[in-house]
Nanobody, 123 residues
Framework: QVQLVESGGGLAQPGGSLRLSCAASGFAFSTYVMSWARQAPGKGLEWVSGIYSDGSATYYADSVKGRFTISRDNAKNTVYLQMNSLKPEDTALYYC????????????????WGQGTQVTVSS
């Protein structure tokens, strides 16, 4: 069965960095677009970043552009989110998700989600 398992969350200071990982299993990982989304306390889900199946194209929400980097290792069935220059407003539960088609920024196009990993940015 399809499984997505996130890790790497935790507490970071403003300006700090964290690297999230999402280990995938149960499907042909290298053929799917993957995305990261997040949900801040008291707010709705927000798309963060997407990456094409071969890693040739990456996309970012304006709120994280220039600070976050998405990547993937298809040999390891893993997608990553490197988060730098973290801000308190980045505090959220971060999810990786498999995208059904190519619309990486549309949450309703995600057919499998991980359980999430908590990121807290605070001094």
């Amino acid at each position: 069965q399809v499984q997505l398992v996130e890790s790497g969350g935790g507490l970071a200071q403003p300006g700090g960095s964290l690297r999230l990982s999402c280990a995938a299993s149960g499907f042909a990982f290298s053929t799917y677009v993957m995305s990261w989304a997040r949900q801040a306390p008291g707010k709705g889900l927000e798309w963060v970043s997407g990456i094409y199946s071969d890693g040739s194209a990456t996309y970012y929400a304006d709120s994280v552009k220039g600070r976050f980097t998405i990547s993937r290792d298809n040999a390891k069935n893993t997608v990553y989110l490197q988060m730098n220059s973290l801000k308190p407003e980045d505090t959220a539960l971060y999810y990786c998700a498999r995208v059904r088609g190519t619309y990486y920024y549309i949450l309703s196009e995600y057919d499998y989600w991980g359980q999430g990993t908590q990121v807290t940015v605070s001094s």
